[in-house]
């Protein structure tokens, strides 16, 4: 397994996974509204996108992460918004190595670190991100506006 960024050259790949993806949150399939989705993010360098690529070059799972800022700390944050990988290719420990990688673009671009919110249905994910270093933030409440 290979872990790189995303690039345009991606796109169909990454689109579908992307829509597979929200089909998992529960939201109706558009691969059209997806791809131009994506492709807006990489054209723009509105976020990073690390993909899993097996041998024989198909992307099966991805990880999106959007750069924020911490005024307190003076430095950058990422924000771990996605992190999808393929049913065909889950219990593979792809998904630790995406987080892996997105720690690692944290420690390369001098970040003050990764942050990620998941639903507390999200059982998986609940016991996924502890495994891998993350601390559950008990001290502060987390609004949000629609």
């Given at each position: 397994?290979k872990?790189?960024?995303?690039?345009?050259?991606?796109?169909?790949?990454?689109?579908?996974?992307?829509?597979?993806?929200?089909?998992?949150?529960?939201?109706?399939?558009?691969?059209?509204?997806?791809?131009h989705?994506?492709?807006?993010?990489?054209?723009?360098?509105?976020?990073?996108?690390?993909?899993?690529?097996?041998e024989?070059?198909?992307?099966?799972?991805?990880?999106?992460?959007?750069?924020?800022?911490?005024?307190?700390?003076?430095?950058?944050?990422?924000?771990?918004?996605?992190?999808?990988v393929?049913?065909?290719?889950?219990g593979?420990?792809i998904?630790?190595?995406?987080?892996?990688?997105?720690?690692?673009?944290?420690?390369?671009?001098?970040?003050?670190?990764?942050?990620l919110?998941?639903?507390?249905?999200n059982?998986?994910?609940?016991?996924?991100?502890?495994?891998?270093?993350?601390?559950?933030?008990?001290?502060?409440?987390?609004?949000?506006?629609?």
């Amino acid at each position: 397994m290979k872990f790189r960024t995303a690039n345009i050259n991606d796109l169909e790949q990454v689109s579908i996974l992307f829509d597979d993806y929200r089909v998992f949150y529960e939201k109706p399939t558009d691969v059209e509204a997806s791809k131009h989705f994506i492709s807006e993010r990489i054209k723009n360098h509105e976020s990073i996108i690390i993909v899993a690529e097996a041998e024989n070059g198909n992307l099966v799972g991805f990880t999106q992460l959007y750069p924020i800022f911490s005024s307190t700390r003076l430095k950058r944050l990422w924000l771990l918004n996605d992190l999808f990988v393929h049913p065909n290719y889950r219990g593979r420990n792809i998904s630790i190595s995406l987080i892996n990688e997105a720690k690692n673009l944290s420690n390369n671009t001098n970040a003050a670190g990764v942050i990620l919110e998941t639903a507390k249905s999200n059982h998986i994910g609940n016991k996924l991100y502890p495994q891998c270093g993350f601390e559950l933030d008990n001290d502060h409440n987390y609004y949000s506006w629609s």
